[in-house]
């Protein structure tokens, strides 16, 4: 379980990207972190694993709080995955998703081992194990930032944006491969977007954030579409413009669901 207790951070400068949080992840699930741009989501996720450390405040794991942690031995024993991957362009496929193990005094063939297991736990063919990243698709090298991000086989798993830089079709493959393998592993997920439909899709727990980390709304997907909190929540899940009004429609014998304008949004099985 992660917890946020009253959570503040004013950068260098005098810039405020989170004016007081609070709030608690619970283990084995996934909470999504959405927001516009500045809203301070990223700084809050970051925190986790102390790459930033609050102004103010506390965060902690399991009632432990990180600031009594050594930041390094911390950020190994959490997975993360960025936007872009991060991966590290001299080093072949296998060994950029070996480098945690590595680094934690895994010796080279068994970091090996576990490097190519994670790669097929995320679905990448074994024959681009030994490939170098340029030699990947976007696509590609975002499941090889997840591999790496769970080879250890970490507690808690943070997702900055990971798929944001790849284009729609290969991004919805990607969700849908992070609800399998939560499914299949039950790992404390903490995942950052601007997208409000990849939050419901992949959130059990969605936070809906304001300019400097003022939570707007808690909930599942159900919740909040059931009962937005006030007109911003309203407005930024789509409410206001009718988008999510649906209806049902026959259309040459099969049932068809469309939305206010019309535009078929689904089929009944």
């Known amino acids: 379980m992660i917890e946020y207790r009253s959570v503040a951070k004013t950068f260098p400068g005098g810039a405020e990207a989170v004016h007081d949080?609070?709030?608690?992840?619970?283990?084995?699930?996934?909470?999504?972190?959405?927001?516009?741009?500045?809203?301070?989501?990223?700084?809050?996720?970051?925190?986790?694993?102390?790459?930033?450390?609050?102004?103010?405040?506390?965060?902690?794991?399991?009632?432990?709080?990180?600031?009594?942690?050594?930041?390094?031995?911390?950020?190994?024993?959490?997975?993360?995955?960025?936007?872009?991957?991060?991966?590290?362009?001299h080093r072949k496929v296998v060994?950029?998703?070996?480098?945690?193990?590595?680094?934690?005094?895994?010796?080279?063939?068994?970091?090996?081992?576990?490097?190519?297991?994670?790669?097929?736990?995320?679905?990448?063919?074994?024959?681009?194990?030994?490939?170098?990243p340029s030699q990947l698709s976007g696509g590609q090298q975002q499941r090889v930032g997840v591999a790496r991000g769970l080879v250890a086989d970490p507690n808690i798993l943070l997702m900055d944006e990971p798929f944001g830089a790849v284009d729609p079709i290969v991004r919805a493959e990607l969700q849908h491969e992070l609800v399998r393998l939560q499914h299949d592993l039950g790992k404390t997920i903490v995942f950052v977007t601007h997208d409000i439909e990849e939050a419901f899709l992949l959130g059990d727990q969605v936070v809906i954030l304001k300019k400097g980390g003022e939570v707007a709304q808690v909930g599942s997907p159900a919740e909040i579409l059931a009962a937005p909190a006030d007109d911003f929540v309203r407005s930024f899940v789509g409410l206001d413009r009718g988008r999510r009004t649906l209806r049902i429609e026959e259309i040459d014998g099969r049932q068809v669901v469309v939305d206010a304008d019309g535009r078929p949004a689904g089929v009944l099985a």
Do not use: W
Request: proline share 5%; net charge positive; hydrophobic share 40%.
């Open 21 to 89: 949080f609070s709030l608690v992840l619970p283990s084995r699930t996934t909470t999504v972190l959405v927001g516009s741009s500045g809203c301070g989501k990223t700084t809050l996720l970051r925190m986790v694993n102390r790459m930033v450390d609050p102004s103010r405040g506390q965060i902690l794991i399991d009632d432990v709080d990180v600031a009594t942690r050594n930041p390094v031995e911390l950020r190994r024993s959490i997975g993360y995955v960025m936007q872009h991957a991060g991966l590290l362009p």
């Open 95 to 132: 060994d950029n998703v070996a480098t945690p193990l590595r680094l934690g005094g895994v010796g080279r063939r068994e970091a090996r081992t576990r490097a190519l297991e994670a790669l097929e736990r995320v679905g990448l063919d074994l024959a681009l194990a030994d490939r170098y």
